[in-house]
């Protein structure tokens, strides 16, 4: 099978998505079609943007808001019905990444080529697709788990790697609900595998 990344930006009608201007990026997304919604951790330069989205008749639920200088993670219930996270969910793609901007959602993600065409014309169902882009997939990066890619988010961006740090561990691993030692555990896991990559590509 040939895969390919596809890269599409949805103008999503009646999703709080619509009405977001500031860049968001989504940090984690787990879906629960069985109970009727999908789990979000959303990064936002605007402390604003949560208030908002509360009140939104697409968002079940706003759990939890972390605020730091620069941005805010929230923490959020999402519709299933209908949501473009479910949608790509179904169709059991890869899902790479995704932001909002500018009132529009651009999702990436990986799934075969012969199904690229169908998929296209369902996303259409659910708003305006205002860009498309594909190419050949091929993995050339380390892989890392969910808890991985959070455990690095939250380091990167909390200040656990300046110096002196600004965040200790334990905070870090306070506000993702495991131990100190778990986040231990997939941080030494993250610098094994991106040191790794960066040893296998790079000539001296």
């Given at each position: ?101 500018m ?6 993600f ?31 990066y ?11 988010w ?28 778990t ?17 296998d590509?790079?000539?001296?």
């Amino acid at each position: 099978m040939v895969l390919k990344k596809v890269t599409v930006g949805v103008i999503h009608e009646g999703c709080w998505t619509s009405e977001a201007q500031e860049r968001a990026i989504t940090m984690n997304l787990e879906v629960y079609p069985d109970r009727g919604y999908l789990r979000s951790w959303l990064v936002s330069p605007s402390k604003e943007l949560g208030r908002r989205m509360a009140s939104h008749k697409s968002v079940k639920k706003l759990n939890r808001v972390y605020v730091n200088r620069s941005d805010a993670l929230l923490d959020f219930l999402n519709v299933y019905e209908g949501s473009i996270a479910g949608l790509l969910y179904s169709r059991e793609v890869l899902i790479l990444g995704n932001y909002n901007e500018m009132g529009k959602e651009f999702w990436t993600f990986v799934t075969g080529g012969g199904t690229l065409s169908e998929l296209k014309e369902e996303l259409s169902s659910l708003g305006k697709i205002v860009r498309v882009e594909v190419e050949d997939f091929s993995p050339s990066y380390p892989y890392l788990t969910d808890m991985e890619r959070k455990v690095f988010w939250m380091a990167l961006n909390h200040g656990y790697l300046n110096y002196p740090r600004e965040i200790e561990a334990e905070a870090l691993a306070k506000v993702l609900g495991v131990s100190k030692v778990t986040f231990l555990y997939h941080w030494r896991n993250v610098q094994r595998k991106i040191l790794r990559y960066v040893s296998d590509h790079l000539t001296f």
